[in-house]
């Protein structure tokens, strides 16, 4: 039940194109969902991330749309760039616990220019 | 400022050594977290210290310490280690609602 599931596990993408990439969840407890993304040898860095009363918040080229009732949640990569090549995570936390993230499996993301 | 600050960058240690990571940030999070990161996996969760209370261990071996001297510091004591333990291991801070900061890493090699 703490899983969070993604897909795809690799995505190719052409310069200028869309990238997305899904989440799935089963505790209806997660109430924060961030997505990071991870250049190889450093640390994931908070991308973006949506509290589930919304169905959409978009930060420039990234936006994630939620859909509560399916628990399900995506990562929009509008545009994208080389320099979008990279890994990324989903995660969900709930209150409480201290907050732990559970993350997904991550997606290798490469744009071609 | 939302940096976590990881020290050493790279560390290459023996199986009898005794060495510490060292992890530092001052946005005032009362939370903070230590995660092993193996190649081309998610980060796995080792411990959470709230309020400067160990509150999660998830079931480390022994030879892994934490260590919260004060509500910015936080420190990993290692010990023994094993080449198994060779991964990026990862600092992280968060506030009550969850926006959590990761620092850079520090990238263990155990020979």
């Known amino acids: 039940q703490q899983q969070v599931k993604q897909s795809p596990q690799s995505l190719i993408v052409q310069k200028g194109g869309i990238s997305i990439i899904n989440c799935a969840y089963e505790?209806?407890?997660?109430?924060?969902f961030p997505w990071y993304q991870q250049f190889p040898g450093k640390g994931p860095a908070l991308l973006i991330a949506?509290?589930?009363?919304?169905s959409e918040k978009k930060e420039g080229r990234f936006t994630i749309s939620f859909n509560k009732s399916a628990k399900q949640f995506s990562l929009h990569i509008m545009d994208s760039q080389p320099g979008d090549s990279a890994t990324y995570f989903c995660?969900?936390?709930?209150?409480?616990?201290?907050?732990?993230?559970?993350f997904g499996s991550g997606t290798q993301l490469t744009v071609l220019p | 400022d939302t940096e976590v600050t990881q020290t050493p960058k790279h560390l290459v240690m023996g199986m009898t050594n005794k060495k510490s990571l060292k992890c530092e940030q001052h946005?005032?999070?009362?939370?903070m977290y230590w995660y092993k990161q193996k190649a081309k996996k998610p980060p796995e969760l080792m411990f959470v210290?709230?309020?400067?209370?160990?509150?999660i261990n998830e079931s480390v071996p022994s030879r892994f310490s934490p260590e919260c001297p004060n509500s910015s510091l936080l420190n990993l004591h290692l010990h023994a280690l094993q080449p198994e333990d060779s991964a990026l291991y990862l600092c992280?801070?968060?506030?009550?609602?969850?926006?959590?900061?990761f620092g850079q890493g520090t990238r263990l090699t155990v020979v």
């Open positions: 992280a801070s968060s506030q009550v609602k969850g926006r959590a900061f």
């Open positions: 505790n209806t407890a997660f109430d924060y």
């Open positions: 949506i509290r589930p009363d919304v």
């Open positions: 995660a969900a936390t709930a209150s409480g616990s201290a907050r732990q993230l559970t």
């Open positions: 946005m005032g999070h009362r939370a």
């Open positions: 210290y709230s309020y400067e209370k160990l509150s």
